[in-house]
């Protein structure tokens, strides 16, 4: 199949092993983020794909074609990939315009220019080409960068974190740019992120990494987000609120209300875990538990709150409200807060995913490939 | 679209197996670092198999004089150097004073003198018949020796003096920079915790400097212990002075090896004494960025001996050699330039040029190669490789003179066996030995300054390059070798002027009648004939000013405040 295929990949920096028996897919034309935090090993697995790093076990497949394995090694120059890194390892020495003829080799001169002008006009940096990359801001380097990437044609495209070098006010607009022009080059992406809210915007598909390199998680931003697998996943997030009880009649009581339990049996304790804005105030009193406001905190559209109950069972904790901005507590008394089963989720208690996931072994090429179909399925 | 058309322009990406450190990088790099390596190594497996009668002749006879003469030498100089270099460093780091600007790089002039040339100078102006004797005689009305009492200098106390003049630079570029990186706020609260400036220098500033001043001290006498032409021309017999002579007066070199291989644990204490300095040093850096410094403004008697303490140092090491070699070049200006000088300077540049030539290629791919794939084993060997430059050249000499003379008798009888051609001596007392010691002394420069400069482009550039269809070759050429170009040429300028100036190495391997402008002052000066070499000595100076004017340079940059470091200064 065409786009990138890797199984069975472990890999170890002396006695550190970073990856354990990981797989991955990055289907023909589609953007894939890899998101986990740092140390998970998912630079290593770009690198792996890259060919940047000797594979030590395992297999990667670019279209269909082998290039490397335990007994097997194509250098990078000869995989014809696309890679962009944090840094953007612009040249220093070479104009604009010579950094984006550079990786096209063996084209006769007139041409690469005409290659390289097409590359740079669609991001933006068509008037820049005489520049050299000190002269250029942030934005403009990691434009170029993406343009020298992209200029060969490569059969795969790697991005190592590449926008965390910009500052907040400018990433939202990089980073719509950036995914227009993938898409228009319709070129099997996989990028690598730590950063959920970049992986939720870009991504055709996610895959949430762990220790190790496990995959906990693979699916569309939706699944993602609405329907975590393993409580790491559901705290990618942000702040959540967090209650410990156990299940009786496939329920779980929370102080705000009952939860639905899903698979997990009668009688286990669990977690349950609730976004701040899954829990609603009301002073409807029929659901919920009677709060007060500790504080609140305007973040602009939305605003943070700090609630404690003031009656209950036994925990009279503290929890974190995510209300609209135009929420005054002031105007409703007594204030009950209730929970919104699509937030909240259920874990059993030590972070154990909730399904019985296939074993690791499978977790790359047999899982992968069933969720592919699903995918297929459904478009 | 013009994608596709591109994408399968190319045919189908060839497979390489995983024997894939076979390649030219990683066997080249073994070869070149076991070529390199093999006098050092050499030296040491002399030095530990069983001697013969000579051993025990030389232990029961010389070894203790060396031994007490090279370490009183090496005290000497290190107490000098520290004296002198920590002093004026932290004058010219520290202290306001008239003409501070000027003494900051004049302080290092000094490293231009080759030793041998300021002993030279110093006892063509010291001796009895130099000047200033007869002029005291003149006053005194003296007329014999006898009356009067005047410091040899032809002594080990004179050797101490002469060294000391020329290698408290290194101790003084070392320890200014680590006064300068040295946070202000330490030594301001140390002012505030009520120590004077006196007693904030002892207790703050000069522990924090302490492992720099280590490291500079520790080069300082691997610069001693290489020394030969002073020790030759004072006659003190040091290590080095030794391995000369039982080489070529009583045509020994096992006994030559063996004596350089006690010589060698000195060295090697030295580079453990460095290596430790300079891990601590690492740790000492407490601020990473230059401030400028409030510096003491001095007054008074304080103002005059900062001056003085200046003057000194740059005036006998460099200011009045100087002098007397340019007024004796006038002199002897024709009679020397009838002596061959145009050819011994042809010599000296060809051959340093070459050297210089091949020790950066060699450093660029020995760098490259540990970058592409740094086995550790691989590592090692490059390290090991690059040890000459802590090694004297006399230990150099004979490990070079023997492994040659191994490698021209094996390849003799090889051809006498296999076609019946003789080949002799193929490379013993040729140019070629000449280069190659140099290429093993000097190697360490330019993969030093090849590999730091390296090491400043991230690998990610790399990456780049390799995925953008470039192989590890042309990655080299068109990204890391315009980058590094700079240091690349320092490194050669650097090599270069090492080999004009080295005199040890040169003297035991050069082919018979074949002189360097180095061999040539180092002869004439034996000979008592300073005057016509002067000119020959002059040269040399002028080159190693050279590299004296980069690192003055890069002094006028480090400067608190300059640079735009400071902006508003």
């Not at chain 1, 228009?184 to 990494?209: C, N, Y």
């Not at chain 2, 691989?378 to 006399?394: E, M, Q, T």
Request: with cysteine; glycine share 10%; proline share 5%.
């Amino acid at each position: 199949m065409k786009g990138l295929h890797i199984y069975g990949v472990s890999h170890s920096y002396g006695d550190n092993q970073v990856l354990r028996n990981v797989g991955l897919l990055v289907p023909a034309g589609e953007l894939v983020c890899l998101l986990g935090p740092s140390g998970c090993g998912k630079s290593t697995l770009l690198r792996l794909a890259a060919g940047l790093e000797p594979l030590q076990q395992g297999s990667v497949i670019i279209n269909d074609v082998e290039v490397a394995n335990k007994d097997l090694f194509v250098p990078p120059e000869r995989r014809r990939i696309g890679l962009m890194f944090q840094d953007y390892a612009l040249f220093p020495h070479l104009k604009v315009i010579d950094n984006v003829t550079f990786g096209l080799v063996g084209m006769d001169k007139k041409q690469a220019h005409e290659r390289a002008m097409d590359m740079l006009d669609q991001v933006g940096m068509g008037h820049h080409i005489d520049k050299h990359p000190h002269m250029l801001s942030g934005g403009q380097q990691q434009r170029v960068a993406l343009a020298r990437a992209l200029a060969p044609g490569p059969e795969l495209l790697l991005l190592d974190e590449p926008f965390s070098g910009l500052d907040t006010s400018m990433r939202a607009r990089i980073r719509e740019q950036t995914l227009d022009v993938l898409k228009r080059a319709g070129v099997a992406t996989l990028m690598v992120t730590h950063d959920p809210e970049e992986a939720m915007f870009m991504a055709d598909r996610i895959k949430v990494m762990g220790e190790q390199g496990r995959i906990l998680q693979a699916g569309r931003p939706h699944e993602i987000f609405y329907h975590p697998k393993h409580e790491f996943v559901a705290r990618l997030f942000g702040i959540m609120n967090s209650v410990d009880g156990v299940v009786i009649d496939g329920h779980v009581t929370t102080p705000f209300g009952s939860v639905s339990a899903g698979a997990i049996n009668d009688g286990d304790e669990v977690t349950v875990l609730v976004r701040p804005e899954g829990i609603h105030l009301t002073d409807d009193q029929t659901p919920g538990v009677s709060v007060e406001v500790q504080s609140m905190h305007l973040l602009g559209h939305d605003s943070l709150m700090r609630v404690r109950m003031t009656e209950g069972p036994g925990n009279a904790g503290e929890f974190h409200v995510r209300v609209h901005n135009e929420f005054d507590p002031a105007l409703i008394y007594p204030i009950h807060a209730h929970i919104d089963p699509e937030y909240a989720f259920v874990f059993p208690l030590g972070g154990g995913p909730i399904f019985d996931e296939p074993d690791v072994l499978d977790d790359g090429a047999a899982g992968e490939n069933l969720s592919i179909n699903q995918d297929t399925a459904a478009e | 679209m013009n994608t596709v058309a591109l994408s399968s322009a190319t045919a189908p990406a060839p497979v390489r197996t995983r024997l894939s450190w076979l390649n030219v990088w990683t066997i080249g790099a073994l070869i070149v670092g076991a070529i390199v390596a093999l006098p050092i190594i050499t030296v040491i497996v002399i030095a530990f198999t069983p001697g013969d009668d000579i051993w025990s002749h030389l232990a029961s006879t010389v070894l203790p004089v060396y031994i007490s003469t090279t370490l009183t030498l090496m005290i000497g100089v290190g107490v000098g150097t520290i004296v002198i270099g920590v002093g004026t460093a932290w004058l010219a780091a520290m202290c306001r004073f008239p003409g501070k600007r000027l003494f900051e790089w004049a302080l290092l002039l000094p490293l231009a003198m080759p030793a041998y040339v300021i002993a030279y100078v110093y006892t063509d102006i010291l001796d009895y018949a130099g000047p200033v004797q007869t002029v005291l005689r003149e006053i005194f009305g003296w007329t014999t020796r006898h009356e009067y009492w005047f410091p040899e200098i032809r002594s080990t106390g004179g050797a101490v003096a002469m060294m000391t003049l020329v290698l408290y630079p290194y101790v003084y570029i070392l320890s200014r920079a680590a006064f300068l990186e040295q946070s202000v706020g330490v030594l301001e609260a140390s002012r505030i915790l009520g120590r004077g400036p006196w007693r904030s220098f002892f207790s703050v500033a000069l522990p924090l400097a302490r492992p720099a001043i280590v490291v500079g001290v520790s080069l300082a006498l691997m610069e001693t212990l290489n020394d030969f032409g002073t020790v030759d021309f004072f006659a003190v017999s040091t290590f080095t002075l030794g391995i000369y002579d039982v080489w070529l007066n009583m045509n020994n070199v096992a006994g030559a090896a063996q004596l350089a291989g006690v010589l060698l644990v000195f060295v090697i204490s030295l580079i453990v004494i460095e290596r430790l300095g300079r891990r601590r040093q690492k740790f000492h850096n407490v601020g990473g960025t230059y401030k400028a410094l409030p510096g003491y403004t001095l007054t008074g008697w304080r103002r005059v001996f900062a001056i003085v303490a200046c003057v000194l140092p740059v005036g006998m090491g460099f200011v009045l050699p100087a002098l007397v070699l340019i007024s004796n070049s006038i002199t002897y200006f024709d009679a020397a330039l009838d002596s061959k000088f145009y050819q011994y300077a042809l010599n000296s540049v060809l051959l340093s040029s070459l050297a210089a030539l091949l020790a950066v290629l060699v450093g660029i791919f020995l760098a490259y190669a540990l970058r592409l794939k740094g086995g550790r084993f691989l590592k090692i060997l490059v390290r090991f490789s690059s040890l000459g430059y802590a090694v004297p050249g006399s230990v150099l000499a004979v490990g070079v003179l023997v492994s040659l003379g191994k490698f021209d008798n094996s390849l003799d009888a090889f051809m006498r066996h296999s076609f019946g051609l003789s080949t002799g001596l193929l490379l013993s007392g040729t140019v070629a030995a000449v280069t190659f010691g140099y290429l093993v002394r000097f190697l360490a420069l330019s993969f030093g300054s090849v590999e730091a400069a390296l090491e400043k482009i991230t690998p990610n550039m790399d990456g780049a390059a390799r995925s953008l269809g470039h192989g590890p070759w042309r990655t080299l050429g068109r990204v890391h070798l315009p980058l590094i170009r700079a240091s690349v040429l320092t490194a050669a300028i650097l090599v270069f002027v090492d080999c004009m100036k080295e005199l040890p190495l040169t003297v035991i391997l050069r082919p018979f009648n074949f002189h360097t402008l180095a061999t040539f002052v180092h002869q004439y000066a034996s000979d008592e004939q300073f005057g016509e070499a002067s000119l020959a000595a002059l040269a040399i100076v002028g080159f190693g000013i050279i590299p004296v004017i980069a690192l003055s340079f890069a002094i006028t940059r480090s400067r608190p405040g300059s640079n735009g470091q400071e902006g508003t200064q």
